[in-house]
């Protein structure tokens, strides 16, 4: 599926017009201009899954997070931005091939990050609450307790409970005490967290999903989106430098680390063929 056909990004002659026409000189940077414009992105054509590979500090999240705050996409968690990111998005241009549904979003490895620190904080809390029940428990099983008002009638109910399953502290605590989230690893958590963000007919933008990721569960990513791009109605735009993201059928990919960004087929890329150099040296181990 093909919401979003393309997007224009302003070239450098409209960058420096814009510097040359604003009275604000305080500033020591201007980002995000002039850091697509060096690799001569001026226009990306998208289709039902496009790949934005690079290194650190090739562009690639950059025009992410340009695409998604130009589009008012819903995200999470907030970005690396500066004064100038909204007259930057608005001398960027894009068309539809579909109207954008209400169910787009751009979704971020801080916003993984972030969950992930969320169920620990909440884990964290579930844990101290845990040993306070477990004092309550023994407190109540041997106190010396009689009821004096009606007051006194949510103690006693603790009491009675408390002796009451004599058999095991765990179950009175069990009863009165959440499970704790933590039944995932951190890369269980992260690939859930992409699966539930991703729904039925959207455009997503993904920023370097395989983060916190094994290449195990890498693949099992990489089938879910080519899953979703497929067969239920997603577009998908990606910035990664996975070997396995990037081997996702189908796929566009601009190629960030040139110095005038091209479209290559993922063999063909750097990040890749280390890899593949690294392993064939090796060939004999295995």
Known sequence: MIYLSH?????????????????RTCYDTMYPFFVL????????????????YGGNGSGKTTALNIIAETLRLERDTLYNRSSFFEDYTKL????VFKPIPQTSRIVTSDDVFDYMLNLRNLNEGIDKKREVLFKEYLEAKYA?????????????????????????????VRSRLMRN????????????????????????????PENSLSPERQLKLLKFLEDSARFFGCQLIIATHSPFILSMRGAKIYDFDEEKVDVK?????????????????HMNEF
């Open 92 to 95: 960027c241009s894009y068309q």
């Open 265 to 281: 087929r993922w063999t063909e890329l750097k990040n890749v063929r280390l890899y593949y150099d690294f392993f064939i040296k």
């Open 7 to 23: 997007f224009e990004f302003p070239n450098l002659e409209r960058e420096q017009s814009f510097r040359l026409g604003i009275k």
């Open 144 to 172: 010396h307790f009689q009821v004096a008002s009606l007051d006194d009638y949510e103690q006693l109910k603790k009491v009675c409970d408390a002796r009451k399953k004599t058999t095991s502290q765990s179950r009175y």
């Open 181 to 208: 989230v933590r039944e995932q690893s951190n890369g269980e958590s992260g690939f859930l967290y992409f699966t539930d963000k991703i729904c039925e007919d959207g455009l997503f933008l993904l920023d370097e």
């Open 37 to 52: 414009s060096q690799h001569g992105v001026t226009q990306l054509d998208f289709e039902p899954i496009t790949i934005l």
